[in-house]
């Protein structure tokens, strides 16, 4: 653990200055806003975007529309064909992805300098004027469905999907974010082409931009991208989700000789004031990897796992807080018996003053490992903006986990853990259930 800090610390001292360098918030004539960094290194650029509202949204019956819409737009646009418009971005060595999850759909460019303007055109047009041509579309469903069928046979897909179900009951959150093979095979090029002229809209954008550029330079890239997009739709609204949990454990029988097993209970919203507290406990439990409570008394000292671990899952509408592992089904209740335990320790006992240090030395230590690319650090300020954090939110975040104390980390252990509500999901052959 030591030499792991030791190691994380010398690496964000030889970082370069950008990675602390205050964000600029940039505005255009038109008043779409972007946060950026500069970072005259390197001859790179680095866009990335996003709308709220992602699978979420979609219709039912048609489940996986956001995902087949950000599988196509790039798939030819305005003047461009499918084959044309992908050869021009291979040529000008052009990144250009759209992405959907659950609560937003997005993109990225990363591009030299000198074909930015090039860039961001087709990222215009492949916004505005995408073709969705019938080849196109048929080919990408085609790849999605064999996705789809795959994922139907993993037992941790599987394990996720049945979660999500009993948890969210008839809330959109219950369908997963992937869509559903029936909701793919129903999706039309009409329907691709009414999600660009509904879902799209600048009150919805955010944007993150690091690299090669000033911000002067962005602001009038900025019009030129999306000034063209309409000023806001009307998107039907998601409603918070109610969580359905108890303690109960659910069994789907498969034949595999290995069982993938989920816990969750409610988690903690991004700006509640405890976050940071459950953020550090979370690492302890088992979120810190050989460092967790979870895995030194599951794998180290049972040898029942090779795998566990906890993490914080933030939705829009929802907040989890997730436990997986997998184990061989002769082990399963051993490994349920024991995680159960865990939970309720921490919960009436609390944790030690050294597990919260080393806890907090690790996660600000480490934080500056994710400053290592322009990439990265353009989806960083996306991330913050669609989370509503603050703009000073890189030069804050280490302060707030540093202001957490071990009397926090025991109250939140004490309030938010909650094992008689702890609900499972076990997919496989276990034994003794």
């Given at each position: 653990?030591?030499?792991?800090?030791?190691?994380a610390?010398t690496?964000?001292?030889?970082?370069?200055?950008?990675?602390?360098?205050?964000?600029?918030?940039?505005?255009?004539?038109?008043?779409?806003?972007?946060?950026?960094?500069?970072?005259?290194?390197?001859?790179?650029?680095?866009?990335?975007?996003?709308?709220?509202?992602?699978?979420?949204?979609?219709?039912?019956?048609?489940?996986?529309?956001?995902?087949?819409?950000?599988?196509?737009?790039?798939?030819?646009?305005?003047?461009?064909?499918?084959?044309?418009?992908?050869?021009?971005?291979?040529?000008?060595?052009?990144?250009?992805?759209f992405?959907?999850?659950?609560?937003r759909?997005?993109?990225?460019?990363?591009?030299?300098?000198?074909?930015?303007?090039?860039?961001?055109?087709?990222?215009?047009?492949?916004?505005?004027?995408?073709?969705?041509?019938?080849?196109?579309?048929?080919?990408?469903?085609?790849?999605?469905?064999?996705?789809?069928?795959?994922?139907?046979?993993?037992?941790?897909?599987?394990?996720?999907?049945?979660?999500?179900?009993?948890?969210?009951?008839?809330?959109?959150?219950?369908?997963?974010?992937?869509?559903?093979i029936?909701?793919?095979?129903?999706?039309?090029?009409?329907?691709?082409?009414?999600?660009?002229?509904?879902?799209l809209?600048?009150?919805?954008?955010?944007?993150?931009?690091?690299g090669?550029?000033?911000?002067t330079?962005?602001?009038?890239?900025?019009?030129?991208?999306?000034?063209?997009?309409?000023?806001?739709?009307?998107n039907?609204?998601?409603?918070?989700?109610?969580?359905?949990?108890?303690?109960?454990?659910?069994?789907?029988?498969?034949?595999?000789?290995q069982?993938s097993?989920?816990?969750?209970?409610?988690?903690?919203?991004?700006?509640?004031?405890?976050?940071?507290?459950?953020?550090?406990?979370?690492?302890?439990?088992?979120?810190?990897?050989?460092?967790?409570?979870?895995?030194?008394?599951?794998?180290e000292?049972?040898?029942?796992?090779?795998?566990?671990?906890?993490?914080?899952?933030?939705?829009?509408?929802?907040?989890?807080w997730?436990?997986?592992?997998?184990?061989q089904?002769?082990?399963?209740?051993?490994?349920?018996?024991?995680?159960?335990?865990?939970?309720?320790?921490?919960?009436?006992?609390?944790?030690?003053?050294?597990?919260v240090?080393?806890?907090?030395?690790?996660?600000?230590?480490?934080?500056?490992?994710?400053?290592?690319?322009?990439?990265?650090?353009?989806?960083?300020?996306?991330?913050?903006q669609?989370?509503?954090?603050?703009?000073?939110?890189?030069?804050?975040?280490?302060?707030?986990?540093?202001?957490?104390t071990?009397?926090?980390?025991?109250?939140?252990?004490?309030?938010?853990?909650?094992?008689?509500?702890?609900?499972a999901?076990?997919?496989?052959?276990?034994?003794?259930?």
């Open positions: 653990m030591i030499r792991f800090i030791f190691f610390v690496i964000l001292l030889s970082l370069p200055a950008y990675a602390l360098a205050p964000v600029q918030k940039v505005i255009s004539e038109n008043g779409i806003e972007a946060w950026l960094i500069e970072d005259h290194t390197n001859p790179i650029v680095s866009l990335h975007f996003g709308f709220q509202g992602g699978s979420a949204l979609d219709p039912v019956g048609k489940e996986g529309l956001a995902r087949l819409a950000s599988a196509t737009m790039d798939e030819g646009a305005g003047e461009w064909n499918s084959q044309s418009f992908q050869a021009r971005l291979n040529d000008l060595s052009i990144t250009l992805r992405e959907a999850s659950m609560d759909f997005g993109g990225h460019v990363l591009t030299l300098r000198e074909n930015l303007e090039p860039a961001l055109e087709m990222l215009n047009q492949a916004l505005l004027a995408p073709r969705f041509e019938k080849d196109a579309v048929e080919r990408i469903r085609a790849q999605i469905l064999a996705e789809l069928r795959q994922r139907e046979e993993d037992p941790n897909t599987i394990a996720a999907l049945t979660l999500y179900r009993s948890i969210f009951a008839d809330h959109p959150y219950a369908r997963g974010s992937k869509g559903t029936e909701g793919v095979q129903n999706i039309t090029q009409a329907d691709l082409h009414d999600f660009v002229q509904t879902r809209s600048r009150h919805d954008l955010k944007i993150g931009v690091s090669d550029i000033t911000a330079e962005l602001e009038k890239l900025l019009d030129k991208t999306f000034a063209a997009l309409p000023e806001k739709t009307e039907r609204p998601v409603s918070d989700a109610v969580l359905h949990l108890d303690n109960e454990l659910s069994v789907v029988q498969k034949p595999v000789p069982s097993i989920l816990f969750v209970q409610e988690g903690v919203e991004r700006h509640d004031k405890d976050f940071y507290a459950a953020y550090v406990l979370n690492y302890i439990l088992g979120g810190g990897g050989f460092s967790s409570r979870l895995t030194e008394e599951v794998r000292k049972r040898g029942l796992v090779y795998s566990v671990y906890s993490y914080l899952a933030g939705y829009q509408h929802a907040n989890l997730v436990v997986g592992a997998g184990t089904n002769a082990r399963v209740k051993e490994t349920l018996d024991v995680v159960r335990a865990e939970w309720a320790k921490a919960a009436t006992q609390g944790v030690s003053a050294e597990e240090q080393d806890a907090k030395t690790f996660l600000t230590g480490s934080f500056a490992l994710r400053f290592n690319s322009s990439d990265n650090i353009a989806a960083i300020l996306l991330g913050m669609m989370d509503k954090l603050p703009i000073d939110f890189l030069e804050q975040r280490n302060k707030q986990v540093e202001a957490v071990l009397e926090d980390v025991n109250r939140v252990a004490k309030t938010l853990l909650t094992p008689d509500k702890l609900k999901v076990v997919v496989g052959q276990p034994e003794g259930l």
